[in-house]
């Protein structure tokens, strides 16, 4: 289905500025290298400017920090921002209702939307719920009493164990596993670990997404919960009853240990952890390959293993990078020390 | 099936002291908040000793490090180990045998026990054998040649590759793979890698557990194996010919290169790596995050990067968030020696 | 279908030095505790020795380090991918066509192979090209659009998304996701994190191997690229628009971040990371469990988070567990000269 905008709704759509003909008609989105006529393309690096100028594109979309002449332009805050924003319209498609695959196994008891797509190989348990416009791609497992709201994608070989529930618009990339066991044992004293039986499930909020292999166990009781709008990337571990607040970012390789809560709009970069039962601020901003050994207030800019202030950091690790010179001085200064003591005493035995 | 246990039978069951009735009856166990009127609760933190008394259940479990006065009490040495022991008492059903699902595909001489359950979507290779009350979750694919003993519940979308033996109760979560090639190659001079062969398998002895989308890679020769009664947490790597000694524990992310050895009850903490060839001594523990660079003696307490003694470690780490400082006391260290020097020197000659 | 190779051509084959005779059958390859008559086996460690004279085999292959009197011996430079060489020779058999498993799911207008095997459970896109002697496992995810050159083996409950392209030989481990989503949004001024759309593909050279459930993102436009002769092992995660030069490895757990472009023979340790938008020169290696924060040229050799020279970085450790000694010396100092300060204070006074 083609989508057309003039170029004065698609500057509304993104509060930006116009300059140039208002009644022109947009009809797709490209990058500097391949937009064409009826395209809009964007601008966000000021060294890529002539080739914005030079490229068939028949208007730009560029952020207000750059100067840019041409014919048809709009002006926005964030071009990035603006130009998700216009793609996402472009691309939106109708629901495409597939059905449900000959291949595909499901439960008793189920409740299905009448618009929804199943692909092959699919096994889904007893008593799921899944809302409309909900698709499952091939492969995936979907255990009993699990429920998926409107509006969700799930991708190929993902697994969601029994009784988990997804709220609307999820994202869930190929070979997850949603609602795993946490890892909880107790130890006898012969060493034995005996498994703590993992009752919990895994609430997911709306507009999630989760990457790819990525994973988030079941709460011993209880619930793990990830709250609305927050984001996942790849190979993520989510431990049992963790709390991820709205609108967080998860970068790939990130752990979270049990019982941990983190706010609104945290940030954790790739590779980092943190050990478990802590809580951690809204709006707190972790560097990659950090560990958080303890709680965090809110908006703390972090970085290290234990993280420390994200700037008193970078300021440890330029003088770690120098501590052999560090030691050497230290050495002769006390070398130094020595002889004016030596100096010293004699200076006052002369004296 | 309903269960029920007399307080004495109970406490009993987890050599705890009894205060109360022995003749009461125990149908089920719950956390503080939920437990009801029958079932017996369980208190490991002294601040929620009101809620505990206040609960509407029947007995309550107690670490003797925690006073209470109630009715019906269970005094144990570790609350946590009692709970896990009761809780599994109650939640224990009997197996039950879903026989092979019609969309399975089960490969040539295969010996499955009698009472098994195999899921949708799963393909079993050649020659397989499983054994009692062994169940096999939707979506799972087993190679030629498997191994897999009585008790084994294998969930849904694993891999077990070809000639991979596992014990009796082992539990392997979804998106496991067991037995893929370990990552060994020969560089020629062109810096061309050449594949080596992984000719060997995958031993797992009884009572594993291995969590998500974790890897277990099969040997070069001979086998990678993963004694008994060790639990593996999500995403955590092993690569070829590891042995892993019995009961230790693998947090999630952490990584073992190949050919490392680790002795009995080892804990490595989440994201922890391990060089290859090594050898950790049976009850080492390794915090998070470290990377164990070299052999370790039995008992070691280790952390950092490379891991040192963690007492040490975390002191070292105390001062490096202090290095700023300490850099610039040296630098004014430098500056009063030299003022000194001079005065000292000046004094000589004045002298 | 049993092989043979005189000694001579064995020799030949590994560019080795014979010593024996030349014209001896040898009918496969083993390792030192079970090679026999018929064999060669090969030795890279001295201290083996005796046990390689006294092995059944009925001839040795040896690194020319070490000294070895042997009936049959052929000496190489590098045993290890002699050894290889040879071990792929005598293990190498011809396709076996297994054809479409019944239960396998193919879409329309594929274009496949004549001499190709695709497992059970299988499910497979529309317009998807599959080449000569390709092997497609059990539970494995094929979209729409996919490529799969001759030769290559996709083993089981992969996923591999839309579009991408794979070259020739290339190996894919179980659970690995091709093509996922790359991980990027724009942020509004309420913190809701909008899906910048991933429009590109996943490009996969000749001769690749990835193992498994490891990612390579789809990029956000145009392609993340993989080249040749490149090896990743298990749990990898390789970010959207990520380029990896030819015959580079990636270790376990290894993160690559957006954009950033690694040249050939690059080596990353594992659970190393790296940030987005980077660029990593020619044989660059990087040490396990670093994190690297910028360019790096051609040959650099590095470790530590952020990863600096290596040489360096094992010096600086060293300081760094000897920091609390440092600090109580530079305390020791200050106090010494702050005594010597009064000390020629009261000399100069009296002076």
Known sequence: MEKKLTLEALARMVEGELSGDPALEIFGFGP???????????????????????????????????????????????????????????????????GIHASAVIGKNCSLGREITIGAQVAIGDRVTLGEQVEICAGTVIGDDVTIGDGCTIRANVTI??????????????????????????????????KRPQLGTVRIGDDVEIGANSCVDRATFGMTWIKSGTKIDNLVQVAHNVVVGENSL??????????????????????????????????????????VHGNQPAGARLCGVPAIDGKQWFKCVTVFSRLPDLLKDVKRLKKEIAHLQEQDESTHKEG
């Open 250 to 291: 998860l970068v790939a390789q990130v752990g979270i240990s049990g019982s941990t809560t983190l706010g609104r709009n945290v940030v954790l970069g790739g590779q980092t952890g943190t050990v478990g039962h802590i809580s951690i601020g809204d709006g707190t901003m972790v560097a990659g390959k950090s560990a």
């Open 161 to 194: 164990e029994r009784g988990c529930e997804l709220g609307r618009r999820v994202i869930i990339h190929p070979g997850c596993v949603i609602g795993g066991d946490g890892y909880g044992y107790a130890t006898d004293k012969r060493g034995v670990h005996v």
């Open 32 to 98: 500097l290298d391949s937009a064409g006529p009826g395209d809009i393309t964007f601008l966000v690096n000021a060294a890529y400017l002539e080739q914005a100028v030079g490229s068939g594109a028949t208007a730009i979309l560029v952020g207000k920090n750059i100067d840019i002449e041409a014919d048809n332009v709009v002006r926005v805050d964030d071009a990035y921002l603006a130009s998700a924003i216009i793609q996402n319209y472009f691309l939106k498609q109708p629901f495409k209702t597939g």
